[in-house]
T-cell receptor, first 112, second 110 residues
Framework: AQKVTQAQTEISVVEKEDVTLDCVYE???????LFWYKQPPSGELVFLIR??????QNEISGRYSWNFQKSTSSFNFTITASQVVDSAVYFC?????????FGTGTSLTVIP | NAGVTQTPKFQVLKTGQSMTLQCAQD?????MYWYRQDPGMGLRLIYY???????DKGEVPNGYNVSRLNKREFSLRLESAAPSQTSVYFC?????????FGSGTRLTVV
């Protein structure tokens, strides 16, 4: 069975602090993709990153960075120097077969 | 702009009423999906269509039907709406591992 766990339901940080959002996934498939999406208060889903199961190279994009570790089945997301505009719900998702499996999301509030 | 268009954006139904949520994409994608999003539940797959003429059940298909009218359009029908179907519905289309989501339909069943 496929499963994505985002244990952090809500996180609050003060602006300019760093914050890490955790994601743990379960799958027996050897080929899969992992995603992060951002859902701001306006409700749309904004694609952030996609990684395949064969590429464990960590990635940095501006203030965002991702740490993919197959050994622990984790795909964590860090925001450096958080800003108020980062306030949103963040979803981690696993794609395998022909389907997405979403985590329940982490609501991030950045306090000015 | 290219993308996934969902209509309507908001809808209020009475219990027992029927309605169809429309979704259209202009990116020539083969696969299309319907998800529902409930508080604390993430997105859950209702139905998907891997290609024109095919549909398959997802995690939560009960109470819904779908039609893949052509390559562009994938509609979701509620035959007899129930309060448990109050949710935000997202349509998505896919080419390889590139997904595009619509902006969502907020449905309330009273």
């Amino acid at each position: 069975a496929q499963k994505v766990t985002q244990a952090q339901t809500e996180i609050s940080v003060v602006e300019k602090e760093d914050v890490t959002l955790d994601c743990v996934y379960e799958t027996r498939d050897t080929t899969y993709y992992l995603f992060w999406y951002k859902q701001p208060p306006s409700g749309e889903l904004v694609f952030l990153i996609r990684r395949n199961s064969f590429d464990e190279q960590n990635e940095i994009s501006g203030r965002y960075s991702w740490n993919f570790q197959k050994s622990t089945s984790s795909f964590n997301f860090t925001i450096t120097a958080s800003q108020v505009v980062d306030s949103a719900v963040y979803f981690c998702a696993l794609h395998t077969g022909n389907q997405f499996y979403f985590g329940t999301g982490t609501s991030l509030t950045v306090i000015p | 702009n290219a993308g996934v268009t969902q209509t309507p954006k908001f809808q209020v139904l009475k219990t027992g009423q029927s309605m169809t949520l429309q979704c259209a994409q202009d990116m020539n994608h083969n696969s299309m999906y319907w998800y529902r999003q409930d508080p604390g539940m993430g997105l859950r797959l209702i139905y998907y269509s891997a290609s024109e003429g095919t549909t398959d059940k997802g995690e939560v298909p009960n109470g819904y039907n779908v039609s893949r009218l052509n390559k562009r359009e994938f509609s979701l029908r509620l035959e007899s709406a129930a309060p448990s179907q109050t949710s935000v519905y997202f349509c998505a289309s896919r080419k390889l591992y590139g997904y595009t989501f619509g902006s969502g339909t907020r449905l309330t069943v009273v």
